[in-house]
């Protein structure tokens, strides 16, 4: 139904920058929040940072400063630009968006697949 493909990982060296991005597609009526999440080995997966359709945004302490989360609603894509990365951001970011498939349908919450990002320092 509806498919999210993350892309941009990488392997970089602490300070180094990154730029992830996450297209929608499939049977989509309306995306609405979109966000970034991470898991690192052994850590639950948490929110990094969000954005909703309107471009209001917000970001996980530790990220704040550093990540800027952003979106092209025509394009069904969202970006998450990475500065100054450290070796503690080093995880597997997945891509999430709330997505109504039909206006009589309720949001349902979808995900990509992930993709690696290894800071070494």
């Known amino acids: 139904q509806v498919q999210l493909v993350e892309s941009g990982g990488g392997s970089v060296q602490a300070g180094e920058s990154l730029r992830l991005s996450c297209v929608a597609s499939?049977?989509?009526?309306?995306?609405?929040?979109m966000s970034w999440y991470r898991q690192a080995p052994g850590k639950q997966r948490e929110l990094v940072a969000a954005?909703?359709?309107?471009?209001?945004?917000n970001y996980a302490d530790s990220v704040k400063g550093r990540f800027i989360i952003s979106r092209d609603n025509a394009k069904r894509m969202v970006y998450l630009q990475m500065n100054s990365l450290r070796p503690e951001d080093t995880a597997v970011y997945f891509c999430?968006?709330?997505?109504?498939?039909?206006?009589?349908?309720?949001?349902?919450?979808?995900w990509g697949q992930g993709t690696q990002v290894t800071v070494s320092s």
């Open positions: 954005v909703t359709t309107g471009g209001s945004t």
């Open positions: 999430n968006a709330g997505v109504k498939t039909a206006m009589y349908l309720s949001e349902s919450a979808y």
């Open positions: 499939g049977r989509i009526f309306e995306i609405k929040a």
